[in-house]
């Protein structure tokens, strides 16, 4: 999934974008308010991490516009919000919250809740209630990063874990390649390489046992398509 983070402070940019990364997310930052809008339009996010104070503007209002309709959202109106601020009063909570935003935590704040606390709202768009997702033989764990086909552990590296967790939160749904690059590689990837075929094809052959039937399939011209019963 990808992620936009809209903080000021490079320090704790720098540092909620290690930590995401390493939990898989694609990850790209923006310093302000402009910055932010420039991206939303341009890019697909599934989630983003707003902090309140910026230095044009201030979180309240930028959600405000992407709830009015006033910024166009490339990844469309489902977009997530987790507002990140040391403003911990009441009537900065409920005021964040009534203004769009579906989760709120307060600096300072263990990384390990932050993660909880994306998984859960972006488990909201699949109707998931948890953090396992199952499709046929296929399980994957998103909050410890362990994927199984039955019972046998599949050693995936991070796009590859990306790659299938998109795939099965939408089993029998052709996805285009063009979307995945959008939601499991952040801004610096090259539209014009093949890393998306590159990486299916990868993730694929680590599927498919020997006995197996390839889980991934191929729909030419379209994209690609997870089999809703793997067995």
């Given at each position: 999934?990808?992620?936009?983070?809209?903080?000021?402070?490079?320090?704790?940019?720098?540092?909620?974008?290690?930590?995401?990364?390493?939990?898989?997310?694609?990850?790209?930052?923006?310093?302000?308010?402009?910055?932010?809008?420039?991206?939303?339009?341009?890019?697909?996010?599934?989630?983003?991490?707003?902090?309140?104070?910026?230095?044009?503007?201030?979180?309240?209002?930028?959600?405000?516009?992407?709830?009015?309709?006033?910024?166009?959202?490339?990844?469309?109106?489902?977009?997530?919000?987790?507002?990140?601020?040391?403003?911990?009063?009441?009537?900065?909570?409920?005021?964040?919250?009534?203004?769009?935003?579906?989760?709120?935590?307060?600096?300072?704040?263990?990384?390990?809740?932050?993660?909880?606390?994306?998984?859960?709202?972006?488990?909201?768009?699949?109707?998931?209630?948890?953090?396992?997702?199952?499709?046929?033989?296929?399980?994957?764990?998103?909050?410890?990063?362990?994927?199984?086909?039955?019972?046998r552990r599949l050693r995936l590296t991070r796009k590859?874990?990306?790659?299938?967790?998109?795939?099965?939160?939408?089993?029998?749904?052709?996805?285009?390649?063009?979307?995945?690059?959008?939601?499991?590689?952040?801004?610096?990837?090259?539209?014009?390489?093949?890393?998306?075929?590159?990486?299916?094809?990868?993730?694929?052959?680590?599927?498919?046992?020997?006995?197996?039937?390839?889980?991934?399939?191929?729909?030419?011209?379209?994209?690609?398509?997870?089999?809703?019963?793997?067995?």
């Amino acid at each position: 999934m990808r992620l936009l983070v809209v903080e000021d402070e490079e320090d704790l940019a720098g540092a909620l974008r290690v930590g995401l990364v390493r939990a898989g997310y694609a990850v790209d930052l923006a310093g302000d308010a402009a910055a932010a809008f420039e991206l939303l339009r341009v890019n697909a996010y599934d989630l983003m991490l707003l902090d309140l104070n910026l230095p044009d503007s201030d979180g309240f209002a930028v959600c405000r516009a992407v709830r009015s309709g006033a910024v166009e959202l490339a990844g469309g109106p489902e977009l997530r919000v987790l507002m990140l601020t040391a403003r911990g009063a009441l009537g900065d909570r409920v005021r964040g919250l009534d203004e769009g935003a579906d989760d709120y935590l307060v600096k300072p704040f263990a990384l390990a809740e932050l993660l909880a606390r994306v998984r859960a709202l972006l488990r909201r768009d699949t109707g998931g209630t948890s953090a396992v997702l199952t499709v046929g033989e296929l399980t994957l764990d998103t909050a410890r990063h362990e994927a199984r086909r039955g019972l046998r552990r599949l050693r995936l590296t991070r796009k590859e874990f990306g790659v299938l967790e998109y795939l099965m939160t939408r089993p029998g749904q052709v996805v285009p390649a063009e979307e995945l690059l959008e939601h499991v590689w952040d801004a610096n990837a090259d539209p014009f390489t093949e890393t998306v075929r590159v990486t299916v094809g990868t993730l694929r052959r680590k599927l498919t046992g020997d006995d197996d039937e390839p889980p991934i399939e191929t729909v030419i011209g379209r994209g690609y398509r997870l089999r809703e019963r793997t067995a």
